[in-house]
């Protein structure tokens, strides 16, 4: 029976809860001047809480990030990177 119940709390844990979407935004960050920037601004962005995946392109200074709406939000993402060092606008 306890094993069950683990099982159970376990599925629950890993299954997102139905109204959380994942969604891609693009940034444009005009700050990415040399190599090493798109460092800084992935590990900011990385640590802000439902940011799954980011891809810097340098050559275009975007970064594309793949997070979770239920656990952050746009602002919260330029909000890093602003934080970093690097302010960004969404690229529509
Ligand atoms: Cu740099």
């Known amino acids: 029976?306890?094993?069950l119940v683990t099982l159970i709390a376990l599925s629950l844990a890993l299954s997102a809860p139905a109204w959380a979407a994942t969604k891609t935004v693009t940034l444009f960050?005009?700050?990415m001047i040399c190599e090493t920037c798109p460092i800084t601004i992935k590990k900011a962005l990385n640590k802000v809480q439902?940011?799954?995946k980011?891809?810097?392109t340098f050559e275009k200074k975007e970064v594309v990030v793949t997070f979770d709406d239920a656990k952050t939000k746009v602002e919260a993402l330029l909000a890093a990177t602003k934080n970093a060092g690097y302010?960004?606008?969404?690229r529509k």
């Open 87 to 90: 302010p960004s606008t969404v």
């Open 54 to 56: 980011t891809e810097v």
């Open 50 to 52: 439902g940011v799954e």
């Open 1 to 3: 029976m306890k094993k």
């Open 29 to 31: 960050v005009p700050g």
